[in-house]
C-alpha cells in the first residue's frame, strides 16, 4: 500500500513533507516516489489538511465466488430494481412539480445503480463472468447474417 496524491484538492500547505520519514513525497510535481513510500506509513495521509492524499492498494484480493442460490437471489433484486428504475422514469415524466420530478429522476437513477450492482455482483455483467464468455462464444458458433456485429462480439471477448 503507498500514498497517492489528488493534485486538484492539494492546497500545497506541505505539512506532507515534514512527516514523511523517508522524503517520498513532493509537492511541486504532486508525485509521490512509490520506491521510498513506507508500506501503509500513512503519517503523511494523516497530516494532510486539505485531504488530498490517500493510500492505494498494491494487491486487490480475488472475489470470492458467489453461490448459485446468491447470484439467483441478486438477480431478482436486479429485474426488481429495474422495474422499480421504469415506474420511476414514467413518474418523472408526469410529476407536476419540479421538485417531483427531481426525486423521481434520483430515485429513477439510483435504482439504475443498484441493478447494475447487483448484476456485477451476481456474476452476469463483463468482463467478471465466464457465463457471458461462453455466451459469446456460443454466439460466434451459430450461424448469423451481415448485419450481426461479429466483429464487436469478438473484441469484447478479447476484453475478457
Known sequence: ?????????????????????????????????????????RLCVDACPSHALYLVMDNYPEPKRKSAQIAKALQVLMESKSAQETVASSLALEAGTDARKLLAKAFAYSNRILSEDCGREAGFMLPQSAVVRDFLVGLLDQPFDEAFPADAVRELLELI
Not at 1 to 11: G, K, P
Not at 18 to 23: D, K, L, M, Q, W
Open 1 to 41: 500500500m503507498h500514498a497517492a496524491r489528488n493534485i486538484s484538492l492539494c492546497t500545497k500547505d506541505c505539512l506532507c513533507l515534514f512527516v514523511c520519514p523517508t522524503g517520498a513525497t513532493d509537492t511541486e510535481t504532486g508525485q509521490i516516489d512509490f520506491d521510498r513510500c513506507l508500506d501503509g506509513c
